[in-house]
């Protein structure tokens, strides 16, 4: 079993930045993938940054050049994954997913974290 826990939400003006925590921990063993997704109000959920199974990273076109994952792999029992949000527009507006996926096919999320964009 995975569990995924994020952090690092909140609200902020058009051009600031946040950072976001993703800790998964439990049989971190069985992760194939790991990123983070998004949903705004209205709106289906969309990638915006993930690291796929062979080890390289896609970003959604809308955040390239604006965000940045990047993921811890240490010998503790933890994996923990960040993504730094720069240039923040309002159209960032979302709450935020962290997501693992295993090497059985079963997708793992967390609860969400809330990112305001005010103009």
């Not at 992760?31 to 959604?60: C, D, H």
Request: with cysteine; charged share 15%.
């Amino acid at each position: 079993q995975v569990r995924v826990v994020e952090s690092g939400g909140g609200l902020v003006q058009a051009g600031g930045s946040l950072r976001l925590s993703c800790v998964a921990s439990g049989s971190i063993f069985l992760i194939n993938t790991m990123g983070w997704y998004r949903q705004a109000p209205g709106k289906q959920r969309e990638l915006v940054a993930a690291f796929t199974s062979g080890g390289t990273i896609n970003y959604a076109d809308s955040v390239k050049g604006r965000f940045t994952i990047s993921r811890d792999i240490t010998i503790s029992r933890d994996n923990t994954m960040y993504l730094q949000m720069n240039s923040l527009k309002p159209e960032d507006t979302a709450a935020y997913y962290c997501h693992a996926g295993s090497r059985t096919g079963r997708d793992y999320w967390g609860q969400g974290s809330q990112v305001v964009v005010s103009s």
